[in-house]
Each structure stands twice: as structure tokens, then as C-alpha cells.
């Protein structure tokens, strides 16, 4: 079944308004892992008949990426720009997949101008189970198994949401396994303040194996993150110690979206 | 009446030059640029009594939790006993509070007595895990010299309080019993009394050894009190504004900079005229970001003047744990440091010297800054709510809009996002792609 995606554009074109607008980020277009996150959140949307709408073309970065690595102008402009596009189509409502643009958007437009409600796709995946929209099989694939979750900092420590991913785990009947590190302690996975996009300075380890370690402590058999620099991180410190065929990384989308066979 | 003379001269000398100091460190905190914090008080008054008061942030690690909170507690309920030590020592009287308070000043004492104790305990404690069991946070480099001096005089400062303390109601106790009257009983002293009274039984050694005590005791109190200015444990005052002062927005949210936004509004409005006067006077543009102390937010400097140099955040912070230059403590030290320096400065030659050293290049380095993910663990840890992350990230401010300088895969993922509108080369037309990919 193909997906259904619709943009803002042509939504307006029908004179139809969606519910929440869906900001999918640079990472979750164009970021072959990431993009797989985008099509299960997707599918969640379209099983639960959400309307919503996409940007498309017409989105662009954050600026968040900008502004962490101090280039304020660059940010700036990349918010307004984003904002008058927002504004144009009187978006009230947006959800995204990536906490970097989740606390972006949510804490640093409003003094630009843009004043949405902005919601992790987690906290929207709850809402849909808690109102009944999205109904999952008891005893599903993931029955049982290990599951370890990975508090992106932008979501956990930045913006207070800790809660939301874990109840979402906990829905599929697998045992939620906690890292020592977690929660408001949680461990960075070294990608955020714009490291995402250098190499790390000289030290004698980096950050996303020291992170792993503390996953494999758990012995989890999967390692849950909400965001895609996340599990770009994970994916590559799973790697580091050749457990790729052991332990897999996956958002919590993709865990829903597998438990709901979508 | 010459003691009471002498006690009033150390009084007004011990307050006198406390204040003194007090003002300076103000005039330095006050070079900071403004930033408001004043707004919503009963939230500020709650995060205050919480962290300050209730040492909430503190019970993360229970341990070195417990230890803090005897030497708290003894320092808050041991002020009583000064009140008692002032009026003694401005009216020439002997336990002044005895007569009035009668049995319950039995309690008081004995009360003060065991907190005492344990705050000695305590005190060994922390010494122990400083310098025999050298905990790694206690070890670190950025603590070689005079951090590792300032933190141990402070200890053994406690010490000689606790032991002025005991010598001065031990032999007060002895005095009594050597009298024949009944002793004082309190809850310490009491078994002091007859080990001192084994040590002499001579009535004037003993009232000599109390005034020994009384007066230790109170040169002791000064002494801490004016050493404080100096020395990472003014956080037992400091910690009572700083987290008033807190920011009690998201930690996730960065300041926004008015100045830019000014601007990127005139860019990018189509009938601005470029050429156009500027309306009202302008003040001297500001620095973008920060380069010394004084680029920093007045807040920023109140962190720094209240750290005292725990480590929970270098010990937490991911880029430090894995063997990276950058510590979120030395941060705030170096930020002190320089503070103070620049505040000498232009106190001696005036505000606007320049000694050609800043905050940026000569106490923090470039690959200091960039090891930061903003991951705010450090933030999160501070037990007193310094924020060291939005000092890095003021510093970034300045070396990449002022000077340009930044790790060369930064300035290619910053070209991407003006031409392409995401940080790597992908085109905005391809946005949707995957949505017709499998």
C-alpha cells in the first residue's frame, strides 16, 4: 500500500485544512536510515486517518544545527523563512520526528514570530492509543523482548519529555530495560550542539561507543531512540562492536509500527 | 571591659572589610551585560528554597548528599550559638542566653553539639575522599594548585571551629564541676568536661582554655567569613540569588539575539532602504556572542562567583567522560578567574584598560568550545543552577559571526544551509522524494 502524503499546497489548492502539519527535518528527507522512521511515522498517520499535511518542498532546516554552532544570522534567517511559509498556510499544530526541530521549533520561534503547538511524534503516537485510534495486538513481535530507550537530549533533559517514549515501549507487552545512565542522567550520544556534522575533538573515546556500552550493560535486544541523529549514533556504536546482528536500533515509531503490522 | 573593646573592633574590622569585598565582587558581577530575571517571583522563590534551601539537586548522588548535609545543617543551627557569642562578647557576659531560655537552652546546645560532631565527620569525610581515596572528580587537573589548596583550608578551617567549639564548652563543663556545681549537661561537653578536669584541675587553666576556645571560635568565624570573597565556598551564600536567579525557561531553548533579528528583518524586508539613516542614535554595537567576561550576562559572572568547584558536571558531561579537553567546571572557573582579573584591572587603571588577554583564547581555547554537544548535562547536574553551556555557547557566538573561525565541516554544513536549506547537499526539490520511494 503506498503512502499518503499530502502537502500544505495542495491541501490549500482543495481548500482543506489539515489537523497537524507533519515536519519531517533534513535528516528524516534525505537520510536513507532516517527516511525509513518518516514512512512509519507516516504510516501510523495514514492507519489512523489523521489529517495531516506535509511542507514538501517548501520546508527547510530548523536552523537548529546553525544556531548550536553559534551561527546566529544563519539561524535566524532559516526561521523567519521557515515561519512566513508556516504563517502563510496558519499552521497551529505541528509534529516531528526529530527533537532537534521539536525544541527549535517550540522554543525558539515564538520570539521570531511563530507560535505553534509543537509535539513530538511520540507524544502524538500516545495520544492516538490513549483516544483508541491506534489499537495494537496484544502480544506482539516484540513480546518479551529487551528493549533499552535512548533519551535524545533534546527531547529528555532539553524540553522534560521522558515519559511519552517509554509508555509507548512499555504498550508492547516487552520488558523496558533502563540504562544507569537515563532519564534527566541520561548519556549524550555525541551528535547534538551541531557534532553531528564535524569530528569529535582528540580524546580516548568517542562519545556514541561510551554510550553503547551502557546499552550493552542492559543486555536489551533493542535499542529505542526518538530522534534520527540518535540512531545514526547507536546504529554506529552497535556496529563498533560488531552486534549488528544482535541488537537492532529502531525509533519508537518503527517499534509501533511493527507491532500494529502497518 | 577591654575584651569587650577588643570584641567590638574585631567585629566592626571582620564585618567592616567583608562588606568591603562584598562590593567589589557586586562591581564585577554588575560589568555583566543585562539580562532579566525578575520575572515571575513565586516560581523564583520556589526553585530557590527547593535547590538553595532543600539541597534538592544534591540527593542525585546520596552519598556525598548526607556528608553535605550534617556540615549544612551544623553551619545554619550553629549561627544561633553566635548570636549568643555576640551578645556575650558586646555585653562582657558568660552564656548570656543560659538565664533566659533555661532548659530548652540545655537542648539548643546539646542539638548544636551532635550536629557539631557529625559535621566533623563529615569533614573527615570529604578530606578522605579529596586526598586519600582522590575521587576523580576531586583530582582533576583543572584542580593542581591553589583550587586544591582553597578546598582543603576549608576543611581544616572547620576543624579548628569544631575543635575552638569543644575546647571552650569542655573546659567551661570541667570549670563547673571543679566548682562542685552541677555541670551544664549537655550532649558532647558533659564527657568532655571530666577528660579535661584529668588534664588540670586548676580553675584559671580552665577559664583560660574556654577563652581560648570563645575567642578561637569567633576569629575563626571572621576569618571564614572574609576568606569567603576569596574562595569557592562563597556558594554558601551565593547559592541563595543564583538560584533565584535561575532560568526557568527550557533548557533546551538558546537565547535569542535581538541585535541579529533586528537585521535579518531588514534583509528580508523587500521595502527596506538600505541606505536609510538610522532613526534614533544608535549606542555602540555590541560584540556578536562574547569574548571576555564582560560580553557575558551578569547572570553568567553570578554563576562563576557561586561555583565551588564540585565537578558533578565535568563528571557528567560526555565530551569530558571520554577523554576530551572541555570541562563544564573549568568553565566557570576560568570564568572567575578572569573576572576578577579584569575587575582589578579597572579598578586600579580605570574602566577602559585594556590588557590585551581575554576570557577567549587566554583561559578558555577554541577546542575547549567545540568539544560541546549542548547536551546540558551539565546543567542538569549543577546542584546551585549554573548554566556553563550558555557561556560556550556565547564564545561560539563570537569566533564564528566575529571572527569566522570554526571547525572547517561547520562552515561546509553552514554553506548548505544558505544555499540548499539543509545542512548537507541535498536539493530542496528532492524534500519529498522519499514519499515515492519504497
Known amino acids: ?262 | 571591659m577591654l575584651s569587650i573593646i577588643l570584641f567590638a573592633v574585631l567585629a566592626i574590622v571582620g564585618i567592616g572589610f567583608f562588606a568591603y569585598n562584598v562590593r567589589k565582587v557586586r562591581f564585577n558581577i554588575l560589568l555583566g551585560r543585562p539580562t532579566d530575571r525578575t520575572d515571575n517571583a513565586s516560581e523564583r522563590w520556589k526553585t530557590m528554597t527547593l535547590v538553595a534551601l532543600g539541597q534538592k539537586k544534591m540527593f542525585t548522588r546520596p552519598i556525598p548528599a548526607l556528608l553535605h548535609l550534617t556540615l549544612y545543617t551544623a553551619f545554619v543551627i550553629t549561627q544561633i550559638e553566635l548570636i549568643e557569642i555576640f551578645a556575650d562578647g558586646l555585653t562582657g557576659g558568660h552564656r548570656t542566653f543560659e538565664d533566659v531560655l533555661g532548659g530548652f537552652y540545655t537542648f539548643m546546645i546539646s542539638f548544636i553539639e551532635i550536629l557539631t560532631v557529625l559535621a566533623l565527620i563529615g569533614t573527615i569525610a570529604f578530606l578522605s575522599r579529596r586526598n586519600l581515596l582522590k575521587l576523580p572528580r576531586l583530582n582533576m587537573k583543572e584542580l593542581a594548585g591553589w583550587p586544591m589548596k582553597d578546598a582543603n583550608l576549608i576543611l581544616i578551617m572547620e576543624i579548628v571551629l569544631v575543635a575552638c567549639i569543644f575546647t571552650m564548652n569542655g573546659a567551661d563543663e570541667a570549670a563547673q564541676l571543679q566548682k562542685g556545681n552541677v555541670g551544664y549537661g549537655f550532649a558532647i561537653s558533659s564527657f568532655l568536661g571530666p577528660l579535661f578536669l584529668n588534664m588540670t584541675d586548676n580553675l584559671e587553666t580552665l577559664h583560660t582554655l574556654e577563652m581560648i576556645g570563645w575567642w578561637g571560635h569567633i576569629i575563626m568565624v571572621f576569618a571564614f567569613l572574609n576568606y569567603l570573597p576569596y574562595s569557592k565556598h562563597f556558594h554558601i551564600l551565593l547559592a541563595f540569588p543564583n538560584t533565584y536567579y535561575s532560568n526557568l525557561e527550557k533548557k533546551g531553548k538558546f537565547t535569542n539575539m535581538e541585535s541579529v533579528t533586528a537585521e535579518v528583518k531588514l534583509m528580508m524586508d523587500p521595502n527596506a532602504d538600505p541606505y536609510a539613516a538610522p532613526t534614533e542614535p544608535q549606542a555602540e554595537p555590541q560584540r556578536f556572542g562574547a569574548k571576555d567576561v564582560t560580553d557575558l550576562t551578569w547572570k553568567n559572572l553570578l554563576d562563576a562567583y557561586t561555583c565551588t568547584e564540585c565537578g558533578r558536571c565535568t563528571s557528567s558531561c560526555p565530551a569530558n567522560v571520554t577523554g576530551k579537553i572541555l570541562s563544564p567546571r573549568k568553565i566557570m572557573m576560568d570564568t572567575r578567574d578572569r573576572l576578577v582579573e579584569v575587575g582589578e584591572n579597572m579598578r586600579k587603571h580605570g574602566k577602559d584598560y585594556n590588557d590585551n588577554k581575554s576570557l577567549l583564547g587566554d583561559y578558555i581555547t577554541e577546542e575547549e568550545i567545540w568539544s560541546c554537544t549542548s547536551c546540558n548535562a551539565c546543567v542538569q547536574e549543577c546542584p546551585v543552577n549554573i548554566d556553563p553551556l550558555s557561556i560556550i555557547v556565547d564564545l561560539r557566538r563570537y569566533l564564528v559571526m566575529e571572527e569566522s573561525k570554526m571547525p572547517s565541516e561547520l562552515t561546509g554544513m553552514l554553506t548548505n544551509i544558505e544555499n540548499n536549506g539543509a545542512p548537507w547537499q541535498f536539493s530542496q526539490n528532492d524534500r519529498l522524494n522519499w514519499a515515492k520511494e519504497d
Open chain 1, 1 to 262: 500500500m503506498g503512502l499518503n502524503v499530502p502537502t500544505m499546497a495542495e491541501m490549500m489548492a482543495q481548500g482543506e485544512t489539515p489537523d497537524v502539519l507533519f515536519w519531517v527535518g533534513c535528516s528524516g528527507s534525505f537520510d536513507d536510515r532516517a527516511k525509513k522512521i518518516t514512512k512509519a511515522l507516516v504510516k501510523i498517520l495514514n492507519e489512523c486517518k489523521v489529517n495531516f499535511a506535509v511542507l514538501g518542498t517548501e520546508e527547510s532546516c530548523s536552523g537548529d544545527p546553525a544556531k548550536r554552532a553559534g551561527n546566529e544570522f544563519t539561524f535566524q534567517m532559516q526561521a523567519m523563512m521557515n515561519i512566513q511559509v508556516l504563517n502563510g498556510y496558519e499552521v497551529k499544530r505541528i509534529v516531528t520526528a526529530c527533537p532537534h526541530c521539536f525544541n527549535t521549533l517550540k522554543n525558539e520561534y515564538p520570539e521570531l514570530g511563530g507560535n505553534y503547538e509543537v509535539i513530538h511524534h511520540t507524544q502524538l503516537i500516545q495520544d492516538l492509543i490513549n483516544t483508541g485510534k491506534l489499537v495494537l495486538k496484544d502480544g506482539g513481535v516484540f513480546k518479551g523482548q529487551k528493549i533499552t530507550f535512548h533519551d535524545p537530549c533534546y527531547l529528555g533533559r532539553a524540553n522534560d519529555v521522558y515519559d511519552a517514549p517509554r509508555t509507548l515501549i512499555e504498550k508492547l507487552d516487552a520488558e523496558l530495560v533502563e540504562m544507569k545512565r537515563c532519564k534527566t542522567t541520561g548519556l549524550c550520544c555525541g551528535a547534538g550542539g551541531a557534532q553531528m556534522f564535524k569530528e569529535a575533538e582528540k580524546g580516548n573515546k568517542e562519545i556514541n561507543v561510551e554510550r553503547t556500552e551502557d546499552a550493552l550493560e542492559t543486555s536489551a535486544t533493542i535499542i529505542a531512540t526518538g530522534c534520527p541523529f540518535c540512531n545514526t549514533m547507536m546504529t554506529d556504536g552497535v556496529k563498533n562492536f560488531n552486534k549488528e546482528n544482535e541488537i537492532q536500533v529502531l525509533d519508537v515509531a518503527e517499534l509501533i509500527a511493527n507491532a500494529a503490522e502497518l
